[in-house]
């Protein structure tokens, strides 16, 4: 498939959040009944350890005042503590010069895929981040960017042919479709410049030990692609792969893909003013178009959504941790951002330094709270199988819902206003009214039931 037809196809699948797995309809005999089964199965295997795993994104830029490898590494021992298992690392790569954007340019425009950023230190520094994140039991995935490179990149010199090229054919072009005119578009229809790709990933699982990869923009690169070197990594060591994506047949190469659409339907009941439905209707189709088995990464701020779309204060306001609450009820795995324990409280520079400010990591309790009852109860993981979701109230004060799975069920309870809202007792007899599982407080219950404070969550366990 052409670039531009690849490109336009998954621009129209994003939107419409349908899924392209093949299907086949056949007809039963007995009653005439028409049903649909996938011929397409995913077949990648999760690891253990991803059934209950937070994933740490992190900027390396703006991670500490430094700006560089040292600066992750020192900081290793307290995301560990937070209780986070995976750390992304944005792109380590040097940075293109040509058409870059402000005065360091995108992380996303590599020059040298099997170099590191000097700004970053040396590639013994990243050595020490990733031994020393190891000895903590913790992985490290490395943001790849398979799409395009800079347009300066090392390749250009001697291979311009791994490049689409322009009307005149003698210049590497942007990727069809984008105002990306600081980096070159990549031409998978020349099977050297795949091996070349394939050989620099393999490069840093063999020599450097890292765990995996989130691949950018991962719609836009042939699936054949992900398909074949997937097979070529897994010879080496088993990775955990993450899609920039969120069409369903990315599973059949990747571990993880992105819960935009859960996003979308956060930012819609904020922005709208509305009831909760849209939470509901997100699970319904998440459930018709992906299998069980399928990881998806839920969260509420990334380096994308943070530098381009808003900010956590402005958009959630003091719902903020509610919402943050919501990505870990549903099954995936949530992210956390940099700086997101602190409270993030700007939009960081994208092409510029710009640290961020840690402070009195205001929200770190809380996140240690959600984390540990997170990994504590299995009705909240994907562990090959999802929980079954009942809806008791989705108005916009306030979101009550049960979980339900192997015979066990949980109940979470968020109040958004700002005043108390009460549940009676006498409707909810089968949990433990008496604890709040996240941070093992108690609860207040009076005459008028049990209290949800404003802004508050409540996680409810059987008793």
Not at 34 to 57: F, G, H, L, M, R
Not at 105 to 118: E, I, L, M, Q, T
Not at 432 to 458: F, R, S, V, W, Y
Request: hydrophobic share 35%; proline share 4%; charged share 25%.
């Amino acid at each position: 498939m052409s670039k531009t037809v690849f490109f336009l196809s998954t621009i129209f699948m994003m939107l419409q959040f349908t899924s392209c797995k093949k299907e086949e309809s056949t007809t039963n005999s007995s009653n005439g009944t028409t049903s649909t089964t996938q011929t397409v199965q995913n077949t990648v295997q999760q690891p253990d350890w991803a059934k209950n795993a937070v994933i740490y994104e992190v900027n390396i830029r703006q991670f500490s005042p430094e700006g560089n490898f040292a600066g992750v590494t020192s900081q290793l021992q307290r995301i560990k503590d937070l209780g986070a298992d995976i750390i992304w690392l944005m792109p380590i790569h040097p940075i293109g010069e040509l058409n870059r954007k402000g005065s360091l340019g995108s992380y996303y425009a590599v020059k040298d895929y099997k170099a590191v950023n000097p700004a970053y230190g040396s590639l013994e520094d990243f050595d020490t981040l990733v031994k020393t994140a190891h000895d903590l039991g913790l992985k490290v995935i490395l943001d790849w960017v398979a799409n395009h490179s800079s347009p300066d990149n090392v390749w250009v010199k001697d291979h311009l042919d791994y490049y689409t090229k322009d009307s005149l054919g003698n210049a590497p072009i942007p990727t069809v479709g984008t105002d990306w005119l600081d980096v070159a578009d990549l031409n998978y229809d020349n099977h050297d410049m795949r091996a070349a790709m394939q050989d620099a990933m393999l490069y840093w699982v063999k020599e450097h030990h890292i765990d995996g990869f989130r691949c950018d923009v991962a719609e836009m690169v042939p699936m054949d692609f992900w398909l074949d070197t997937r097979k070529k990594l897994d010879e080496v060591k088993d990775v955990f792969m993450l899609a920039e994506g969120a069409a369903p047949e990315l599973h059949q190469a990747f571990n993880m893909t992105y819960g935009w659409p859960l996003k979308d339907a956060m930012i819609s009941i904020v922005d709208n003013k509305s009831g909760f439905e849209p939470i509901q209707k997100y699970l319904e189709e998440r459930n018709k178009q992906y299998q069980s088995n399928d990881l998806i990464m839920y969260f509420t701020s990334n380096h994308d959504e943070n530098s381009w779309n808003y900010l956590e204060e402005e958009k959630f306001g003091k719902n903020r941790m509610n919402y943050a609450a919501l990505t870990y009820f549903m099954g995936g795995m949530p992210l956390i951002y940099s700086g997101q324990e602190s409270g993030l409280e700007r939009k960081l520079e994208f092409f510029e330094k710009d640290p961020i400010t840690w402070g009195n990591f205001r929200f770190q309790k809380e996140y240690i709270n959600l984390i540990r009852a997170y990994k504590e109860n299995q009705i909240l993981w994907n562990n090959g199988e999802r929980a079954n979701y009942d809806f008791i109230k989705t108005d916009k004060d306030a979101l009550y819902f049960t979980l339900s799975k192997n015979g066990k069920k949980a109940a979470v309870l968020q109040n958004h206003s700002s005043v108390p809202q009460y549940i009676p007792v006498a409707d909810w007899q089968e949990f433990d009214l008496n604890k709040n599982a996240l941070g093992n407080t108690a609860n207040n219950i009076g005459e008028k039931g049990m209290e949800i404070p404003p802004h508050t969550t409540i996680l409810l366990l059987e008793k």
